[in-house]
């Protein structure tokens, strides 16, 4: 099983400012990585897919980067809304889909 | 909009068999591959199994000896059975959508149920 570890687990960023997560697979993964966003009480909803897609309907200050093992999402002006809990998933191991364990960004 | 709701049972007891069923609106089952996904604070997000209108299914391997998916297109809706319970199942359980056309599938999860909770507990 392909193992998602992300960092940091808390990222605290002001109002306007970049937030950066990151993510890293166990192994390679190629580009077949996905991001999700998930506010309280919500399901998860997906921001990013082929490691650097955005979703539909998906502003464009939120971006993905990397490839192999080390992945990047970036909001690049953290709006009100952006506070939340990040989770990549990769599906290059398909059909064993694995999830990072989440990095929750938060108002400094 | 295509729409997913689970429903069923908020309390199993230990041993006992856990039943979900997600009823998809405003789509066609036959183009997308239907998962069911749970999310506890102890394990996080983890994917439990995939089913196609076909009946073909995947499960984790970690569950895969408790786990049954089933699909009923006519009703457009898909059913997550998992046997022999323990408080370690407690989590809130989504289901999710991968579309999928001719040789083209999506991977990722899109959408996603508003998800419930389901308690192991006697």
């Known amino acids: 099983e392909i193992v998602m570890t992300q960092s940091p687990a808390t990222l605290s960023v002001s109002p306007g400012e970049r937030a950066t997560v990151s993510c890293r697979a166990s192994q390679s993964v190629s580009t077949n990585l996905a991001w999700y966003q998930q506010k309280p009480g919500q399901p998860p909803r997906l921001l990013i897919y082929?490691?650097?897609t955005r979703a539909t309907r998906i502003p464009a200050r939120f971006s993905g980067s990397g490839s192999g093992t080390e992945f990047t999402l970036t909001i690049s002006s953290l709006q009100s809304e952006d506070f939340a809990v990040y989770y990549c998933?990769?599906?290059?191991?398909?059909?064993?889909?694995?999830f990072g364990q989440g990095t929750k960004v938060e108002i400094k | 909009q295509m729409q997913l709701q689970e429903s069923g049972p908020g309390l199993v007891k230990p041993s006992e068999t856990l039943s979900l069923t997600c009823t998809v609106s405003g789509g066609s089952i036959s183009i997308y591959y239907w998962s069911w996904i749970r999310q506890s604070p102890e394990k996080g997000l983890e994917w439990i199994g995939t089913i196609y209108y076909s009946g073909t299914t995947n499960y984790n391997p970690s569950l895969k000896s408790r786990v049954t998916i089933s699909i009923e297109p006519s009703e457009t809706r898909f059913s997550l059975r998992l046997s022999s319970v323990t408080a370690a199942d407690t989590a809130v359980y989504y289901c999710a959508a991968s579309y999928v056309s001719g040789s083209y599938r999506e991977h990722w999860f899109h959408p996603w149920s508003q998800g419930t909770l389901v308690t192991v507990s006697s």
């Open positions: 082929g490691a650097s």
């Open positions: 998933q990769q599906y290059d191991d398909w059909p064993l889909y694995s």
